[in-house]
């Protein structure tokens, strides 16, 4: 059934990746086992809370949405923290005159007026995108809903064409992201957590080890 699935979704190379179709009709367990994602050490679906249970399909393509999302924001922000703490040594990449050091968790509120309106708007306008794409109209019974039609983490980008066409390669790829993903969600956690204790850089812990 799953590769029934990803064959049909996989149109053509790059805009069309797909993840998934709605799952309607189908029992929730059942429909997120032939969702990307699931990987060892953990052979079937990881619910030591039980949430599928009490799930429906609806919540479960929701959960597996927002679960991308913050991956992919946690991603960008593990870089970010590492780059942004290394790079205000190095002249070629002084970070704003210089004005901005010290630990990732300290910087932004060193940042002056005029870097952060251009961004909240781009964050807006990349958000306004995503909800367009995926989201159904917040109207009846489709209130926090996902489109049916919608393939759960696909936004058509892919500007380099990276995503494989073959199925078996595109669920691997996608269950890749989504691991990828949570250990950035995990990692950027502790990354926070241990500044705010002690104020010093990651790399400064790894340097006295």
Known sequence: MSMKLVNNSVARRGVSCKASSSGKGVEPR??????????????DVFDPAGLVDTASVADI????????????????ASVGYLIGEQVENIDAFTLFEGKITGPAINQFQQIQPGFWEPLLIAIGLAETYRVAVGWASPVGDDVNTLKDSYDLGNLNFDPLGLCP????????VQTKELNNGRLAMIAIAGFTAQELIDQKGIFEHINAV
């Open 165 to 172: 066409t073959n199925p078996t390669e595109l669920k691997e």
């Open 61 to 76: 393509r929701r959960w597996r949405e927002s679960e991308l999302v913050h991956g992919r924001v946690a991603m960008l």
């Open 30 to 43: 059942t429909y997120l086992k032939t969702l990307p994602g699931i990987s060892a050490p953990f052979p």
